[in-house]
């Protein structure tokens, strides 16, 4: 309850502010040659010292990618983008990767605790335990990871992706690709050949992970991709919840983030990742803005194993992500909750994908879509029930909210079921602020813009009740921010 | 207090108000009486700003500033609460919430200091505490699933809270059974003080016998066509509205 | 499927305007064919088995038939209907009985009516089913022969329903039939008539009908459209539908499914004035390997516009069926209604369905939903039956229909609502 009025009260703190990630950092940078070609995956593999096989893999997938067609069938348009015209790796200019955060370049540090993002293991208090631990990603590389050596204690990896390679390269070689395989779509493929960064982490048999495990994704430079690559590996009765942030500079070009994330949960295993993406989502005449074109795939290997995607996506210009399950455990259960708010200009066509494959697999999916300005906002997503999926359950429910009359909000489900069991169920409303709920509101004294801010907080609160706590805070503000100047 | 001078409002081309004068003092309440499409409720939301209507003529003031050219939330801090007859429901929004939002909007507004959760929380217990209430209504969505009477208590409830100059209570009897409109009065009586005026818009004499006015106005046709004191409502309880023009047989 | 030259057959010749209509048609199915699964809107349904059979255009055959032998879903004895019959997509004027029409009401085969109605076909025929980017309508156009029209001047009233019986007579089964027929529908202001198509086949050869029907429903005209396809299990029946709707006009379409190896109903309506309603409810009912498509868009174009749709489907054996129910909101149409479900039941472990429902909204002040199920029988009524003693396949039986006839039950015409009940049933107790 103190959330949704703290936010009220943080908006009104924020109402000048806008997009208030906006900032460049100055600080110098080590990219490689501009444009795409084999030369450059080889010098991004080569900047991380990779092993071979790993070399191989890009350009397999960079030469698979030569012979694909971007997808048009997206409720979503942007002029072409010129894969040519951008730098495909950017990186802080440091001696070698940083040992320990006292090694970080202030600037950095600065830049994080400018976004609200602890770098420090500082100040903790006896018998207080620390709550959240932080990857934090700059354009390109990882620039510093917090609690390592408290989660190692329990055998918890959490570490950048391209360590992870180097100190767990066995771990990495058996899981990377095994979820979103390199050929699997022109977006992800794209980042296989030239992904740099990212976090990995990997929770050993029967451990709860004691903290949240966070990334913090930060685009800074201009005319820089952003392809991070995320790998969870939960193993036998694990419990991991894991957050991700991003944000970027205000710039008047579009610039490309195409990210892969992979989850594996094994037998019993839950891993639970939320995201509050916040790229910059352009101007309000839908000048410059974030491309986020993002595979996110989670597979349930394990019996009873369950992953559950919680998702705010308040920003980017384009948003083309939808978060998927592969329930092939029998007993196995698949979430998505999502939150995507559109203003302005921006397009999101996002959902999930839930695949039943394993017998009395169970699926939830909870949208909310909220569109205002001209802003187009799509909710896409397949249930698609196998052979072998007896016993299989889903729920979808879909509420779109238009805010004005020159928005768009679209529902496009797909149900495909084999077997005869399996029960699904889709419902979808369509539907508006009512001029009652405004009007009420403000007779209590709420202005124009708290109010809604208020009802589109209620209209998401299934799906923000389903974030931990440090972001449901910052999620509820992002809401009511990102619907300023939709009404009055 | 409230002063409505020469009141005309129109829906469209639709003239509804029709030269309306009245003043209020403050620790008075008065009632309006009146049949169905005489423009009551009309005179409720244009006190409390809702959009739609044209005010083609006159003025009116809440301690002598002009009340017309406020936004909504801007009249609720100047102290104008309106009774809704039909509370809106808002999903996902609990009642905690909005009333906080809502007191410290005010608040706000009136150059207060804003209450932290922990103040409000005591406010509001309080506040239950006086009207008879529990506090478990706060938790709910606001007026999402609650009954008539729930629903009106809610409103008694609020208007208590943001402690308004000019309380208008539309219809508040309207759906109610006894009990519960017992239940109601009391709460609004319980906010009868000599700094706060009280509009009482209503159908019925019914609800005069519980909240007992000061004088009585009985509008039709757009105007206040007759004023008197509490007998009236009596009068016009055996003998109906005919007298103004108004067949309500049915 | 390429039509050999020789083999099609035209309209009239004669009419420049409807030989370059033809023309164009032919044309441009030559350059689309055949719809394929790459096709976003035919993505779950494959018309490869089509492609492969050496169709050949039916010529103008005569079959001996007897009038009093054709199925009919208005019971005879009752007062007679207005009946036109078509044999693989020619009609039989010896067959037909149009019956007592009132003043200015036109009911007869498309060929004929081109002498008295040229003018009035021109005006409407192609203006809704376009040829452009949708093959089956440039098939139509491209081979069509025949068909019916029906014009009801403004403000006029049929009380009995229009019946056209559509039955496939094919002669051999190396050479199977094809057919493309066209119905065009121009109702007046203010008009109201009944349409009842009946799909059927004589034999067990396949054939394959392509319809393409035009609706044109001026302001405040009301059709019911009754649909019943029960055609033989080798057979393919394609049908597009086309509608416009002016102001106030109403439609209520009802669509039954039980025959055909692969159907595809799609209906394309447009609310085209502001405060159009349309009904469009329907069932099917498959087994075997038969495939049913079933797809709707329906457009609303001006505020105030309603539209409710309810279907439900029972697959048993191997069958499949699609449903794809699209509602598209315009920008400005604002005060639209709509509201769609559509709900399955999967009796067997090899029936597979699809469904996609789609909503495109670009108003705010529209409430819009839809809802799609899919599932077995639900358990907990299963056992109430059997509780109260009733073995397990009547309660099962007794499922199934209620299921059904809560679709049926919309139908507003208390005859067909009777008949298609009683075709339903027909289907769940077989023999």
Known sequence: MTAVSDTIDQVKGLTDQKYKYGFVTEIESETAPKGLNEDVVRFISARKAEPEWLLDWRLRAYRHWLTMVEPGWAKVSYPPIDYQDAFYYSAPKTKAGPKSLDEVDPELLRTYEKLGIPLKEQELLAGVEPRIAVDAVFDSVSVATTFKAKLEEKGIIFCPISEAVANHPDLVRRYLGSVVPYSDNFFATLNSAVFTDGSFVYIPKGVRCPMELSTYFRINAANTGQFERTLIIADDDSVVSYLEGCTAPKRDENQLHAAVVELVALDRAQIKYSTVQNWYPGDEQGRGGIYNFVTKRGACRGVASKISWTQVETGSAITWKYPSCILQGDDSVGEFYSVAITNHHQQADTGTKMIHIGRNTRSTIVSKGISAGQAQNTYRGQVKILPKATGARNHTQCDSLLIGDRCGAHTVPYIESRNRTARVEHEATTAKISEDQLFYCRQRGLSAEDAVSLIVNGFCKEVLKELPMEFAVEAQKLVGISLEGSVG | MLEITNLHASVGDRPILKGIDLSVQAGQVHAIMGPNGSGKSTLSYILAGREGYTITEGAVTLDGRDLLAQAPEERAASGVFLAFQYPVEIPGVSNATFLKAALNGVRRRRGEKELDAMEFLKLTRVKCRQLGMTDEMLKRAVNVGFSGGEKKRNEVLQMALLDPRLAVLDETDSGLDIDALRIVADGVNALRGPDRAMLVITHYQRLLSYIVPDRVHVLAHGRIQRSGGKELALELEARGYAEFGVDEAA | ?431
Request: net charge negative.
């Open chain 3, 1 to 431: 499927m390429t039509p050999d030259a020789e083999d099609y057959s035209r309209l009239t010749p004669g009419l420049p305007w409807l030989e370059a209509l033809q023309t164009e048609g032919r044309r441009r199915f030559a350059d689309l064919g055949l719809p394929t699964p790459r096709q976003e809107a035919w993505r779950f349904t494959n018309l490869g088995p089509l492609g492969r059979l050496p169709w050949r255009t039916a010529p103008p055959g005569s079959t001996t038939l007897v009038p009093e032998s054709l199925p009919s879903v208005v019971p005879a004895g009752g007062p007679p209907s207005h009946r036109l019959v078509f044999v693989n997509g020619t009609w039989r004027p010896d067959l037909s009985s149009p019956g007592a029409l009132p003043e200015g009401v036109v009911l007869t085969g498309l060929a004929s009516a081109l002498t008295d109605h040229a003018g009035l076909i021109e005006a409407h025929l192609g203006r809704l089913a376009a040829v452009d980017g949708h093959a089956l309508i440039a098939l139509n156009t491209g081979f069509l022969a025949s068909g019916a029209l029906l014009a009801l001047p403004a403000g006029t009233v049929l009380e009995r329903p229009v019946e056209l019986v559509m039955m496939g007579a094919g002669t051999d089964a190396e050479r199977p039939l094809a057919w493309h027929p066209r119905v065009l529908v121009v109702a007046g202001a203010g008009s109201r008539a009944t349409l009842v198509e009946h799909h059927v086949s004589l034999n067990r050869h396949p054939g394959f009908a392509n319809l393409v029907a035009e609706l044109f429903l001026a302001p405040g005209a009301q059709l019911r459209h009754y649909k019943v396809q029960r055609e033989n299990p080798e057979s393919f029946h394609l049908a597009t539908v086309t509608g416009r709707l002016q102001h106030d006009a109403g439609y209520e379409g009802f669509l039954l499914t039980t025959g055909g190896r692969l159907s595809r109903n799609e209906v394309r309506l447009v609310l085209d004035g502001a405060g159009a309603t349309v009904t469009l409810n329907g069932a099917y009912l498959v087994r075997g390997r038969q495939h049913c498509d079933t797809t709707t868009l329906i457009d609303h174009a001006h505020p105030r516009g309603t539209s409710r749709q309810m279907f439900k489907g029972v697959l048993d054996a191997e069958a499949r069926a699609v449903f794809q129910g699209q509602v598209l909101v315009r920008p400005g149409a604002q005060r639209t209604d709509g509201h769609q479900l559509h709900r399955a039941l999967l009796l067997s472990d090899q029936a597979q369905i699809d469904a996609k429902p789609e909503l495109e909204i670009h108003a705010d002040d529209v409430k819009c939903s839809h809802g799609a199920t899919v599932g077995d029988l639900d358990d907990d009524a299963l056992f109430y039956l059997r509780a109260r003693g009733i073995d397990r396949d009547c309660a099962r039986a007794l499922l199934i229909a209620a299921f059904v006839n809560e679709a049926i039950a919309e139908i507003t015409d208390p005859t067909v609502a009777t008949a298609f009940e009683a075709l339903a049933d027909g289907w769940l107790t077989p023999g």
